[in-house]
């Protein structure tokens, strides 16, 4: 123990900085021994309530993270011996009790806590992100039960209120629990399934951070930050999976950028008017090398390699100019056959533009004019707002400019393309 006993709000910081380093591990031990996710959470909250009332007057343990799964299995140990449970418990063993020689079943149940199990938190991910559950559920459960979020954390991150968190995180624990669903990594092609959706659920926690899709505020850099962080736990936990090296690689180079997407007072800036010295070369180091993880794991690239390939073009050109468009949109060719999709194809006319002229990218634009999936997509009249302006055409520009700011939910998006639209207007008057 340290010798010093801390005050209440020291106490809380470090209990709160040990929980999002263990809970996940201690979650996935208590769960694979009591079958039951709910109920692990249960007992390690039970020990984190205990750390907050014990450490201020001990102080902190060398090994926090073992006192907490200590106390936790304390408490494990106390609620197996109740007689209910203890019968539940042996009747799944397989064992008789004999009154006379009685073992202890609920010490021996919870021994298995001891044993080292590498895929623990592997399994609370794949569990976490069960198609059993919907989206919205897989990342709430997700962000509580491996990232340590709380409610409150979850419901401000997404702007949604924290009752209608707390009902997700309920009713996912009870559907898992009615399901039966078992604490297992899954094999074979349930395993490359359960996958994807483990990642879409990390990339979307990362994407909500990295461009708000509404409230005030362009970035929020804590949901990108626990994103990379759920990133790299999973791809350290499957290191020869090419996809999830690439997502952490597509992650770490965007999170770059971070620093220098918005302006002294929370304005967007977009990327051709980023200030590059302000990008991270720590983060797109480690991206870069990730890339090349997932090019060594003996698969083609998949969509988020690629689209990590794409953003390291970006990065290792130092000016905009020097941006290496025809590699990009040749990228962004190959993404569009792998991941058909009308984003992908408006990307790829994006990037068309920057490389053959904004004639050429336009071409491509108009053709989605049409597609259903995009036509409250707000970035669609804004890519052609953008070429219509390169064009000279800024009365058709200026309206597809003030159609996206109409269509966007995010304060500081709006006040973007409200801008560009009235600048517009003001080289039509001049």
Same mark, same amino acid.
């Given at each position: 123990m340290t010798d010093l006993a801390l005050s209440a709000s020291a106490t809380h910081r470090v209990v709160d900085a040990v929980w999002r380093m263990e809970s996940a591990k201690l979650i996935g031990a208590l769960t694979?021994?009591?079958? =039951?996710?709910?109920?692990?959470?249960?007992?390690? #909250? =039970?020990?984190?309530v205990a750390a907050l009332e014990r450490w201020p007057q001990t102080g902190v343990p060398d090994k926090p993270g073992a006192w907490l799964m200590a106390t936790a299995k304390h408490r494990a140990i106390d609620l197996f011996r109740r007689a209910e449970r203890l019968e539940r418990k042996t009747a799944e063993l397989g064992r008789e009790i004999v009154e006379a020689e009685e073992p202890d079943w609920a010490m021996a149940l919870v021994e298995a806590l001891d044993e080292v199990v590498e895929d623990d938190v592997l399994r609370l991910v794949f569990i976490s992100c069960h198609p059993v559950l919907s989206r919205e559920a897989r990342v709430a459960l997700t962000l509580r039960l491996i990232g340590g979020l709380t409610t409150d954390e979850i419901a401000r991150a997404f702007l949604v209120a924290e009752p209608t968190v707390a009902q997700r995180i309920v009713r996912a624990k009870r559907t898992l629990t009615a399901a039966k669903v078992p604490f297992e990594v899954p094999a074979g092609a349930e395993f490359t399934a359960r996958l994807s959706s483990v990642l879409e659920v990390v990339y979307l926690v990362f994407n909500e951070g990295y461009a708000a899709t509404s409230g005030e505020e362009w970035v929020r850099p804590a949901l990108c930050q626990e994103a990379l962080r759920l990133g790299r736990i999973l791809a350290a936990l499957t290191p020869g999976e090419s996809e999830a090296h690439g997502l952490v690689a597509l992650m770490e180079i965007q @999170?770059? /950028?971070?620093?220098?997407?918005?302006?002294?007072?929370?304005?967007?800036v977009l990327l051709p008017d980023q200030d590059r010295s302000r990008w991270d070369r720590v983060l797109i180091g480690r991206g870069l090398t990730a890339l090349e993880r997932a090019g060594q794991c003996g698969t083609?690239?998949?969509?988020?390699?690629l689209q990590a390939a794409i953003a390291a073009c970006h990065a290792r050109a130092h000016t905009a100019d020097a941006t290496d468009w025809v590699q990009i949109a040749a990228l962004y060719e190959a993404l569009a056959e792998l991941l058909p999709s009308p984003v992908v194809e408006l990307n790829r006319a994006m990037a068309v533009s920057r490389a053959y002229g904004?004639? @050429?990218g336009l071409e491509l634009v108009d053709e989605l004019i049409d597609v259903p999936a995009l036509r409250t997509y707000h970035l669609l009249p804004s890519a052609r707002g953008d070429?219509?302006? #390169?064009?000279?055409?800024? =009365?058709e520009a200026r309206r597809e400019f003030e159609r996206a700011a109409?269509?966007?939910r995010n304060e500081r998006e709006r006040a973007l393309? /409200?801008?560009?639209?009235?600048a517009c207007e003001r080289e039509l008057g001049s």
């Open positions: 694979r021994v009591t079958g =039951d996710v709910g109920l692990a959470e249960e007992l390690a #909250q =039970d020990a984190m @999170a770059s /950028r971070l620093r220098a997407r918005i302006g002294e007072t929370g304005e967007p083609s690239l998949g969509p988020y390699a904004p004639a @050429a070429l219509l302006e #390169q064009l000279g055409r800024r =009365d109409s269509l966007t393309l /409200r801008a560009r639209a009235a």
